[in-house]
């Protein structure tokens, strides 16, 4: 079994900061591309920054230039630097991965529970 455990998730004020992070365990025998993502109450979850197999990182416009991701692939975790943080990146944050467990078995997506993230006064 695969395992993703997000960490790092709380109450932080306007222009604050916090890291997240996501674990992933199990039976792995390699992981392709990983990425974070956010759903806020009554809205669609979305992609919030992605690290490709190819290497690159994408994020989506409203995190740039405040939010880093980065992988330590010894780990098998990947990292969600958020600065100057805003009340509208107030949500759950997940993180995923692509998944192969073993070489008989093709790649698939697994998730985390997710982590709040609270940006209040």
């Known amino acids: 079994q695969v395992q993703l455990v997000e960490s790092g998730g709380g109450l932080v004020q306007p222009g604050g900061s916090l890291r997240l992070s996501c674990v992933v365990s199990?039976?792995?025998?390699?992981?392709?591309?990983m990425g974070w993502y956010r759903q806020a109450p009554g809205k669609q979850r979305e992609l919030v920054a992605e690290?490709?197999?190819?290497?690159?990182?994408n994020y989506v416009d409203a995190v740039k230039g405040r939010f880093i991701m980065s992988r330590d692939n010894a780990k098998n975790t990947v990292y969600l630097q958020m600065d100057s943080l805003k009340p509208e990146d107030t949500a759950v944050y997940y993180c995923?991965?692509?998944?192969?467990?073993?070489?008989?078995?093709?790649?698939?997506?697994?998730w985390g529970q997710g982590t709040q993230v609270t940006v209040s006064s």
């Open positions: 995923n991965a692509d998944v192969l467990t073993d070489r008989y078995s093709t790649f698939q997506v697994r």
């Open positions: 690290l490709t197999s190819a290497g690159s990182t």
């Open positions: 199990g039976k792995i025998l390699r992981i392709n591309g």
